[in-house]
């Protein structure tokens, strides 16, 4: 047996020693050998005996690098020598920081977290009142909203004064959310609650955010939380799905934004709760509760744990560690006062304390900032793909998400114009409330046999908020837009002239379409030709007499057959004008496409896949790659249909494995190079199951572009990534999350692919359950991850919920990106809403001069002072532009995005207001008019029962929920079943309520309130 080497700690005792662990080539078990230690000449240990390795020793502090000589006996000789360095220990402080991580639907029945959210609070001040070394963090804003709808002002008053006091603090984000689902005004909106309604309220300035539980955050985030006044992120990820091959990275560094203006100050844990230290503390259990501490049979495996976190530490210039200590649903205990006291009886140093984020993060800016790393690039986040669990409920949310702003804008513009006497904030606020809650992370997917609490809280969580984000936002617009009597129009909502092709409605029995306008009937609507549309401007279209029932009008009908239509077919090709589209004959699919103007083809005829092939994707082990397999669908059925504005290629066919039905249509245009192409599949009875096959099953769209020697990029709600350049290697990379739109791209072009429900995409080849952190691409194809049974089966409870449709469009264009793709996409995301009813007023209203600005916000400030506009720049260039307005300007100031003043002045003159914008960067400005807009809000009705909604249960019985405007306005609700009162129930403490009847679930359900009497 030898000496290998010694290893110091950061343990320092009370009197100025070091532990020291002497390493050996073999393990020594129960023989008794010795040491002999000098320190330079100084004579530490002589012959001290041990019988296990490594060695424990403490040898005095030095304050240079000094020789260490280590001489190894047994009972009767010298056997080994050693010589080595001391070096001077810093001397370390740890703080801990404890809160409770709350999922909405995994612990407890998401109506009744609320209180138990206060209740931790509750307690945490319990402990507080008892030792005031406690602190505590309140780990989102839900959490203190919360707090404020279940205690009375009371304990409010008690909260803010352990607020002011600095024993608890808030975190920033709304609650646990993907930020790579958040849009680009809902992501700036999202830190209004934390950084405006919470200071001025509670008075605080929270400066951090926490993302628990999430193994990512998206790059867009870094310029909208700095931009909000945040400083610091502590990302606290779940290590489940974490790569197996990530790069080392630091765990504090700055963390620069895509424009490279602004940063964030970044402190990164493997798990929110620190495992080693979990081991160590809790023993085994994760449930461990009580605050009995064994000290001597803890101490050890403490300082255990310890040590392994100053090994994955490293060499850094700072001497705080931060650890973040807590999990789900744990209530406060004085536990970690017990290790701190254990800890300090024994060491001097570390030096053991409980912290709040704002405080350590403010230290290591303030005193090592200068000395940290810095990292630019998007951090994958890697439960974001759980989007893929119900595709029908996220493209609901994300179109109410798109439009939001806009319905806003319309708003707030007729109130400008005196055609509103109110602005509908009640609604919004909801609207937007409900599209956060639906991008927390949580999909109540962890226990192995699921509840009728995690069906509950899925429904609630997620397709309810869905559903109410985009009614509320629909009928905003609705009312904006205020059409009446027969006729039809078309508005554009970008605030930029265009030219560009309508899609009418196709209802049974009305055909009402614009006079003197080309059109074609397609299978799902009613197509013009291009029309010119003013900046976010409306047009009278007129219309022509409705048919008679059951008719259908000559003029609109397209050819079901090649034909007469514009593009030239013949055999198994079709010339579209702007391509030439070659059909394979064997397998009823489209083999390639020429794109006519570059002469490139832009499929890989030499993929396994064709274009917009159905992948049912399945696994033997819900982790792992092994044993996986690929079913492809085949077609049965294809046709053309062929029309004077467009060409229909419709594919129909199905998959054995999953029992799916596939329809794939493909559409070129006449006026226009987008190819769009609808996805649809439905009863994929296979995807269901149990908790075991979890992760197994999964459902593909392949798009295998031919591109050589590409690059990937990927747009963000704030940025664009370079999938070389800027994909951080600290988690798997095996699937991207764009806000809309991918491309694969070469010096000479690219093919741009554009996403309106489902952002989830595997580039290059699928990579399902690789937790790999490599950036290498096999290919430039493009795969949609369309459908996942991740959720314990939740989602899926009959083959009707196994389907979704996918609308997608594809774009090759020259050059770079930049060019072309930000505009074309904002273009399809945005197409001219078309209505029936004549409206007041047409032409332009708004104007932006400069397309790769976009317009996120028009709205009343919220302290009643002006408008405040909000705008992101697109391709990474500082731009100068202007707004045109509909009224005449006073003045206008930039803010922050949370609408506090920077000082700073922008040109206004007249209905104009000229402002600079920095790359992928915000400007926001509060432009006051020149003539007094009234600011009048709808107030949310206080007393309403409202977001009735039914699921089955068991047995044949039926859960029905409801929210209340004031939970405390009620006695008792009388719950109706087609119209019959089935049930009358007492009011409890709760904004939103459940009951549980013998009914059938298809019934309509309605809930009545008894007032209280007052």
């Known amino acids: 047996m030898r000496i290998q080497g010694i290893r110091q700690t950061a343990f320092i005792d009370y009197q100025d020693r070091n532990k020291v662990w002497v390493l050996f080539s073999e393990d020594i078990v129960m023989t008794p050998s010795y040491l002999t230690v000098y320190v330079g000449d100084r004579l530490v240990y002589e012959r001290k005996k041990f019988i296990a390795s490594p060695c424990e020793l403490l040898l005095p502090l030095v304050e240079t690098t000094t020789d260490c000589t280590l001489e190894l006996y047994d009972d009767l000789e010298r056997t080994d020598a050693y010589r080595c360095k001391l070096e001077p220990v810093k001397q370390w402080k740890i703080a801990l920081m404890t809160s409770s991580h709350e999922d909405l639907g995994y612990c407890e029945y998401v109506n009744r977290l609320e209180e138990g959210c206060a209740g931790f609070l509750d307690e945490a001040m319990d402990i507080m009142d008892r030792d005031g070394r406690y602190k505590y963090v309140i780990e989102h804003y839900w959490w203190l909203r919360a707090y404020e709808n279940c205690r009375d002002e009371e304990r409010q008053a008690r909260l803010r004064r352990y607020m002011d006091s600095g024993h608890i603090a808030l975190a920033t984000p709304h609650s646990g959310v993907h930020t790579h689902w958040q849009g680009y005004e809902e992501l700036p909106r999202s830190l209004y609650y934390a950084r405006r309604y919470a200071r001025e309220k509670w008075g605080i300035d929270p400066k951090t955010a926490i993302h628990a539980d999430l193994s990512g955050v998206s790059w867009s985030a870094v310029s909208a939380y700095r931009n909000a006044g945040i400083r610091y992120l502590l990302s606290l990820p779940n290590d489940f799905r974490d790569s197996k091959d990530a790069e080392e990275a630091p765990q504090c560094f700055w963390w620069r934004a895509p424009g490279g203006k602004d940063r964030l100050l970044v402190w990164t844990q493997r798990h929110y709760m620190q495992d080693d230290l979990r081991q160590a503390i809790h023993d085994t259990s994760w449930y461990y509760e009580s605050d009995e501490f064994r000290a001597e049979a803890k101490q050890d495996n403490i300082e255990k744990a310890i040590d392994k976190l100053f090994d994955r530490l490293g060499d850094v210039p700072y001497d705080l560690l931060p650890v973040s200590y807590y999990y789900d649903r744990r209530k406060p205990t004085t536990v970690l006062l017990l290790v701190i ?41 890697q439960w974001a793909d759980f989007a893929t669990i119900a595709p029908r409920w996220l493209a609901k949310k994300r179109e109410g998400e798109a439009l939001f702003g806009m319905a806003e804008a319309l708003s707030s513009l007729n109130l400008a114009a005196g055609r509103a006497d109110m602005f509908p904030k009640a609604t919004l606020d909801e609207a937007l409330w409900s599209m956060l809650e639906f991008d927390e992370h949580c999909w109540a997917t962890s226990i192995k046999d699921p509840f009728v609490m995690h069906k509950y809280n899925l429904k609630l969580v997620k397709e309810q908020t869905a559903i109410r984000a985009k009614r509320n936002v629909d009928d905003v617009i609705r009312r904006a837009l205020l059409p009446s009597g027969d006729g039809c129009y078309a508005w554009n909502p970008l605030p930029y002239p265009r030219t560009e092709a309508i899609r ?207 690059r ?303």
Request: glycine share 10%; aromatic share 10%; proline share 5%.
């Open 504 to 710: 009418l409605p196709l209802e049974e029995g009305d055909a009402s379409v614009p006079i003197g306008v080309g059109r074609q009937r397609l299978p799902n609507g009613i197509l013009t030709e291009p029309i010119p549309l003013p900046a976010f401007g409306i047009v009278a279209l007129g219309s022509e007499p409705k048919a008679m029932a059951g008719e259908r009008p000559k003029a609109v009908a397209s050819k079901s057959e090649a034909g007469e239509g514009f593009a030239r077919v013949e055999g198994g090709a079709i010339d579209t004008g702007h391509y030439i589209v070659w059909l394979d004959t064997d397998s009823g699919k489209i083999r390639n496409i020429l794109d006519k103007a570059s002469g490139h083809e832009l499929l890989d005829e030499h993929s396994r896949y064709r274009l917009g092939d159905f992948i049912y994707y399945t696994c033997e082990e819900k982790a792992s790659r092994s044993g996986t397999h690929e079913d492809v669908h085949k077609v049965f059925k294809i046709s053309i249909r062929n029309g004077p504005l467009a060409v229909s290629i419709v594919m129909e066919g199905g998959e054995e494995q999953s029992g799916a039905t596939v329809k794939n249509t493909v559409t070129f245009y006449k006026h226009d190079r987008t190819i769009d192409v609808e996805l649809i599949f439905e009863g994929a009875a296979a995807l269901m199951g149990d908790f075991y096959d979890r992760y197994k099953k999964n459902v593909f769209y392949a798009f295998p572009f031919r591109v050589p020697g590409f």
């Open 712 to 1014: 990937f990029f990927t747009e963000l709600a704030g940025g664009v990534v370079d999938e070389e350049r800027d994909r951080l290697a600290l988690h798997t990379n095996d699937f991207v999350i764009p806000q809309n739109w991918v491309s694969a791209e070469n010096e000479a072009g690219g093919i741009a692919l554009f996403t309106r429900e489902m952002p989830v995409f595997h580039l290059g080849a699928i990579h399902l359950n690789r937790f790999s952190s490599t950036k290498a691409k096999p290919s430039s194809s493009i795969f949609l991850h369309a459908m996942s049974n991740r959720c314990n089966n939740l989602s899926l409870h009959s083959p009707e919920d196994c389907g979704g449709e996918f609308r997608l469009s594809i774009l090759p264009y020259a050059g770079s990106w930049r060019a072309s793709v930000p505009e074309w996409s904002l273009g399809r995301l945005y197409p001219p809403v078309a209505g029936r009813g004549a409206v007041a007023e047409t032409g332009s209203v708004l104007a932006l001069d400069r397309r790769n600005v976009r317009l996120l916000a028009l709205k009343p400030a919220e302290d009643g002072d002006g408008f405040i506009v909000r705008f992101m720049e697109l391709t990474g260039e500082r731009t100068s532009a202007s707004l045109t307005l509909p009224f005449g300007v006073a003045d206008a100031v930039y803010t922050n995005v949370v609408e506090e003043n920077t000082g700073e002045a922008a040109l206004a003159e007249g209905r104009i207001v000229a402002f600079d914008i920095e790359p992928y960067s915000y400007a926001t400005l509060r432009i006051r008019p020149l003539e007094r807009v009234p600011f009048r809000y709808e107030e949310k009705e206080r007393a309403a029962v409202r977001n009735v909604f039914a699921m089955p249960t068991v047995a044949g019985r039926t859960m029905v929920s409801w929210e209340k405007g004031d939970h405390r306005a009620f006695d008792s609700f009388e719950i109706r079943v087609n119209g019959e009162r089935a049930a009358v129930v007492g009011n409890e403490a709760l904004t939103v309520q459940w009951a549980e009847l013998d009914a059938d679930p298809n019934g309509e359900f309605s809930v009545e309130g008894r007032r209280r009497e007052r």
């Open 341 to 381: 006291d254990s800890m300090r009886a024994k060491w001097k140093h570390p030096v053991f304390e409980m912290g709040l984020p704002d405080e350590f993060m403010g230290y290591l800016e303030e005193r090592f900032g200068d000395q940290l790393p810095e990292l630019a690039g998007d951090l994958t986040d």
